[in-house]
Nanobody
């Protein structure tokens, strides 16, 4: 049974940093792509970044490239999202998603709130 549990959200000032964690269980990173999405109030959920398969290749949305970094610790079964230079309009609930490669099967965590404000 796949489970994803996000943590690390909170309140941060504009320009500040946060690191989110996604603790995963029930699957192996080698056969899944793990992504972070976010959903701001009144807006659709949007893709942020993905780390894929055994090689751990990464991709980023243009809006976060150079400021956000996705990484993983295989021993801890955890994926991280380091977010730097945060902006107020990045206030959102951040979700972890795991998608089995070459499949439509995917799973979501419960989300963690990130608020960027003075």
């Amino acid at each position: 049974q796949v489970q994803l549990v996000e943590s690390g959200g909170g309140l941060v000032q504009p320009g500040g940093s946060l690191r989110l964690s996604c603790a995963a269980s029930g699957f192996t990173f080698a056969t899944y792509a793990v992504s972070w999405y976010r959903q701001a109030p009144g807006k659709e959920r949007e893709w942020v970044t993905t780390i894929t398969g055994a090689a751990g290749s990464t991709n980023y949305a243009a809006s976060v490239k150079g400021r956000f970094t996705i990484s993983r610790d295989i021993a801890k079964n955890t994926v991280y999202l380091q977010m730097n230079s945060l902006k107020p309009d990045e206030t959102a609930v951040y979700y972890c998603n795991a998608r089995r490669l070459f499949s439509a099967t995917n799973y979501w965590g419960q989300g963690t709130q990130v608020t960027v404000s003075l």
